[in-house]
């Protein structure tokens, strides 16, 4: 069977939609807070839906090329988190940890009252051993297949 253009879109829209009910419901049911991170990754699951919305009426190429680029954006930001979560490099300095050394006790200190509650460097959740941002850059680029499916679709 071969989908169409339309229902290849609305399948990578509705994949978005999902993630985007899925991190809301381990937000405000669950009760973890997101990271700085957690929140970019967000963004482009959200322009996805409004471009998976637009194309159902107008322009699905275009709508379905944007939706791609989201997609992959999305599952960038979640490898580059997957990685400060590794430790495999330092993630902005709002969310992650800097170390102590070299520090006075005064600058420890500031330092330590002016740390997020949510930090970025740290897996809150984790399936399969997989955190909530290697999951969605793994679901992203799942994503990322359909909405290129839909672009090549005639």
Not at 16 to 42: D, N, T, V, Y
Not at 81 to 104: D, I, Q
Not at 129 to 138: E, I, K, P
Request: hydrophobic share 55%; charged share 10%; aromatic share 8%.
């Amino acid at each position: 069977m071969r989908l169409s253009q339309r229902q290849l879109i609305l399948i990578a829209a509705s994949g978005s939609a999902a993630l985007m009910l899925g991190a809301l419901a381990f937000q405000h049911i669950g009760g973890m807070a997101p990271c700085k991170l957690c929140l970019w990754q967000r963004w482009p699951h959200v322009i996805a839906i409004a471009l998976g919305a637009v194309a159902l009426v107008a322009l699905p190429r275009l709508m379905a090329f944007g939706g791609l680029l989201a997609a992959l954006a999305s599952a960038t930001l979640g490898g580059y988190h997957t990685g400060v979560e590794r430790g495999w490099w330092e993630g902005p300095s709002e969310c992650s940890s800097t170390g102590a050394a070299g520090l006075s006790t005064d600058e420890l200190f500031n330092q330590i009252m002016a740390a997020p509650l949510v930090r970025c460097d740290e897996v809150p959740w984790e399936m399969l051993g997989l955190s909530m941002a290697s999951w969605n850059m793994v679901v992203s680029l799942g994503l990322a297949t359909f909405w290129l499916m839909a672009l090549r679709a005639r």
